[in-house]
């Protein structure tokens, strides 16, 4: 029996926002494999230098990767609200653009990422060892080659939500995640090639996340609601893209901004042992807040679509059943931070002295994830109003001046337990920030009051 497609246009209850959104939150948290997956081969197989390495030039990478998040986001909330509009040949004419542009900029920022490359790892690594900063420099040069494609696959994310197609978006992050997996086994394991393995293997995993899409919405007959056809190059349009998309920008970038702060302090509070340390329990926030940012690009595009077709009923139920998600996922990934402290520490761990540094890291830092999901749930929900500006205040504040004023305090005042609770800290200042741009925005957008949810009033009767 074939399953029916929920449509953007549908009232979404609980149960269908979660069915709708789940594919793009096991989306999001799949794409957190590639990093995982090569740092557990990384630290397991070739050693401390080349996984202190990888960790700390993975923020630069990641910062020229979010071009293609930005586009992608942005572009989905432009599409989506067309889409609510009804014209539809239109909203495909800025879907093949944004495609294009995509991959015209990764080759762009892919060249110019890969010139800076050597002053970038000798800067980060200041404190390092000469061997760690070499081992950055050549994880960084084989990444940056495939930049396209990463971000080709990160746009794509958001475009296949849009296209009511969240489950293939799922399918094809799975296979690049597997793909990823076996080649790091065969590059690393078989053929020796040690860092530049990994490197080589993550690349291999995200061209086919890249590439997988442009295949099936070249087709011309593919059921999905967009397809490639002659682009509707309209700049003005890219660059409101690019501002609807800038928090997702912001947010990825204060992000890696952020991870260099914390390297740079605990190099000088405990050496390579702290950065190892903080990659692994990074490795652990990136999947919770993938569930977060997975689940909230997920139900961006319904946002959009309802925003463009006037419903303003739907947008309050949208919001109030976001808060309630995100409250009800916050409060179960903080109790599974702390179960898990001790056997994820275990993993990744290089030493003793790095296992116990980072089990305490986890416990101290995991409070953080009761508040995440309101900033991020709400830098999304603007991101679809197409308000870039409040959605970019929410990510900046959030992502950037929080998280760096928070850590350099915090490490002034208790050391290495103050860098590790510096996380939580910033996320109540986030969270407070959050909830009044929701209320000063309500009557601008029509969802404050009161829900009038008629369909689950007769499912309670």
């Not at 950055?136 to 939500?161: K, R």
């Not at 700049?235 to 501002?243: E, I, P, Q, R, T």
């Not at 004023?405 to 969270?431: C, K, N, P, R, S």
Request: aromatic share 12%; glycine share 10%; net charge positive.
């Amino acid at each position: 029996m074939k399953r029916e497609r929920i449509k953007l246009s549908e009232h979404f209850d609980y149960k269908k926002l979660l069915k709708f959104t789940l594919p793009s939150v096991v989306m999001a948290v799949f794409t957190s494999i590639y990093s995982i997956v090569d740092g557990l081969f990384v630290s397991k197989v070739v050693g401390d230098s080349a996984f202190a390495g990888l960790n700390l030039i993975f923020p630069y990478i990641m910062i020229l990767s979010a071009i293609g998040m930005m586009i992608g986001s942005g572009g989905s909330a432009l599409i989506a609200k067309t889409l609510g509009e009804g014209d539809e040949k239109r909203a495909n004419g800025y879907f093949s653009f944004l495609v294009i542009a995509i991959a015209v900029a990764g080759a762009l920022f892919g060249g110019a990422g890969i010139a800076a490359l050597r002053p970038v790892a000798n800067l980060l690594g200041a404190d390092a060892t000469p061997e760690t900063v070499k081992q950055a420099e050549l994880y960084g040069f084989i990444c940056l080659c495939g930049l396209p494609f990463v971000m080709l696959q990160y746009g794509f994310q958001s475009f296949m939500i849009t296209a009511e197609k969240s489950t293939l978006g799922f399918i094809v992050t799975v296979a690049a995640g597997l793909t990823n997996a076996v080649f790091d086994a065969v590059f690393i394991l078989g053929f020796r090639w040690q860092l530049a393995g990994a490197a080589g293997a993550t690349l291999i995993g995200q061209a086919v996340g890249g590439l997988v899409p442009i295949i099936y919405f070249s087709r011309k007959k593919n059921n999905s609601l967009l397809h490639l056809t002659k682009p509707k190059c309209e700049f003005k349009s890219f660059l409101l893209a690019c501002m609807n998309g800038s928090s997702e920008l912001l947010s990825n970038v204060s992000f890696s901004v952020v991870s260099i702060l914390y390297n740079t302090e605990l190099l000088k509070i405990t050496g390579d042992d702290g950065v190892i340390a903080y990659g692994i329990i990074m490795y652990m926030s990136t999947i919770f807040f993938n569930t977060f940012f997975g689940f909230s690009l997920g139900a961006a595009p319904v946002v959009g679509f309802h925003y463009g077709a006037g419903n303003k009923e739907e947008l309050r139920n949208l919001k109030r059943k976001g808060f309630v998600i995100v409250i009800v996922l916050g409060v179960a990934l903080t109790v599974l931070a702390e179960a898990l402290a001790s056997p994820f520490a275990k993993i990744f761990a290089t030493s003793d002295e790095v296992y116990f540094m980072t089990r305490r890291g986890i416990h101290l830092y995991s409070s953080c994830y009761l508040l995440m999901g309101f900033s991020v749930f709400g830098s999304a929900f603007f991101t679809a109003l197409n308000n870039g500006l409040v959605s970019g205040a929410i990510s900046l504040l959030r992502s950037l001046l929080f998280q760096c004023g928070a850590v350099l305090l915090m490490a002034y005042l208790m050391g290495l337990d103050g860098v590790w609770i510096a996380a939580t800290v910033a996320e109540v200042l986030a969270f407070s920030t959050t909830m009044v741009f929701f209320f000063a925005m309500r009557k601008k957008y029509g969802y404050g009051g009161k829900v009038v949810d008629k369909s689950e009033a007769k499912m309670i009767e």
